[in-house]
């Protein structure tokens, strides 16, 4: 009787230790799918971004997208005349007093508190200027500029494109009184200062014409459609304006007229104007 106990103790002891090994051998088996298929699925990951990334160098090195690029960005940063141009007229000196409105498009203040106007966007503006007025026949737009500084270049600006120009004086109603002699009606009317041409302002504005502004760091810029910003109180800076807008309307408009050099816009008097 004790060796046959013996035997079937030790009988159920190997049964015991192979129902173990069998069970370490399917929790093995359990455990690592997972981690096999998380490498699967990892592997074909790698391989898609692989496939991706030599794509996208065949491009590269094919040069089409990126030489489209870069004639987009040239084109963006052609500017309409030489950097030197611009600050030899001053056209980017502003005054001591910057508003609200202007506060974008100054970049820093000289140690005399004036505001000095961002180059860049005085160049962007005056291209937006340009398209946007040269949408418009010559008789379909007016320029007032009562300030004495920009009189001649105002008058060199009306000979080149044909565009009627206010100097001297303004006539008050003249947009909104057809009773007047001196009735007249623009579709955009291109002002030099919302202070001193301030009537002809309040006239566009009551009647919905088309505003574009040169503006000055001291001004206000509430209901305009285009803003230029710049020195416009000085003559080299108002002939310069005045010069790139009256060549930008021709060149667009492919007309057969002749403009006047920019030195005779742009005369010889104070840059500054402050």
């Given at each position: 009787?004790?060796?046959?106990?013996?035997?079937?103790?030790?009988?159920?002891?190997?049964?015991?230790?192979?129902?173990?090994?069998?069970?370490?051998?399917?929790?093995?088996?359990?455990?690592?799918?997972?981690?096999?298929?998380?490498?699967?699925?990892?592997?074909?990951?790698?391989?898609?971004?692989?496939?991706?990334?030599?794509?996208?160098?065949?491009?590269?090195?094919?040069?089409?997208?990126?030489?489209?690029?870069?004639?987009?960005?040239?084109?963006?940063?052609?500017?309409?005349?030489?950097?030197?141009?611009?600050?030899?007229?001053?056209?980017?000196?502003?005054?001591?007093?910057?508003?609200?409105?202007?506060?974008?498009?100054?970049?820093?203040?000289?140690?005399?508190?004036?505001?000095?106007?961002?180059?860049?966007?005085?160049?962007?503006?005056?291209?937006?200027?340009?398209?946007?007025?040269?949408?418009?026949?010559?008789?379909?737009?007016?320029?007032?500029?009562?300030?004495?500084?920009?009189?001649?270049?105002?008058?060199?600006?009306?000979?080149?494109?044909?565009?009627?120009?206010?100097?001297?004086?303004?006539?008050?109603?003249?947009?909104?009184?057809?009773?007047?002699?001196?009735?007249?009606?623009?579709?955009?009317?291109?002002?030099?200062?919302?202070?001193?041409?301030?009537?002809?302002?309040?006239?566009?504005?009551?009647?919905?014409?088309?505003?574009?502004?040169?503006?000055?760091?001291?001004?206000?810029?509430?209901?305009?459609?285009?803003?230029?910003?710049?020195?416009?109180?000085?003559?080299?800076?108002?002939?310069?304006?005045?010069?790139?807008?009256?060549?930008?309307?021709?060149?667009?408009?492919?007309?057969?007229?002749?403009?006047?050099?920019?030195d005779d816009f742009v005369g010889e008097e104070d840059i500054q104007g402050v």
């Open positions: 009787m004790g060796r046959k106990k013996k035997a079937e103790s030790e009988k159920i002891e190997k049964t015991s230790e192979a129902e173990v090994k069998d069970l370490e051998v399917a929790e093995a088996d359990v455990t690592e799918t997972p981690s096999k298929k998380r490498t699967s699925d990892r592997s074909v990951m790698l391989k898609e971004l692989r496939e991706k990334a030599k794509k996208l160098a065949e491009k590269i090195e094919g040069g089409i997208e990126t030489e489209d690029l870069k004639g987009e960005l040239a084109q963006k940063r052609e500017m309409l005349i030489t950097l030197d141009d611009y600050v030899k007229t001053g056209i980017h000196l502003g005054t001591k007093v910057i508003t609200p409105d202007m506060k974008k498009f100054v970049y820093r203040r000289r140690a005399d508190s004036i505001g000095v106007l961002n180059t860049g966007l005085i160049d962007e503006h005056l291209k937006k200027a340009i398209s946007f007025i040269s949408k418009y026949k010559p008789e379909d737009i007016i320029l007032v500029c009562k300030k004495e500084a920009g009189w001649n270049a105002a008058k060199l600006f009306s000979e080149a494109t044909g565009i009627k120009s206010f100097t001297k004086k303004y006539p008050a109603g003249m947009m909104t009184n057809i009773a007047l002699s001196e009735f007249y009606e623009p579709e955009v009317v291109i002002i030099c200062d919302s202070w001193i041409d301030r009537n002809a302002m309040n006239d566009a504005r009551r009647t919905n014409k088309k505003i574009v502004m040169l503006s000055d760091t001291n001004n206000f810029i509430k209901n305009v459609d285009i803003i230029i910003p710049c020195n416009n109180k000085g003559s080299k800076s108002l002939g310069l304006v005045f010069w790139l807008l009256a060549r930008g309307y021709i060149e667009k408009n492919k007309l057969n007229s002749k403009i006047a050099s920019m």
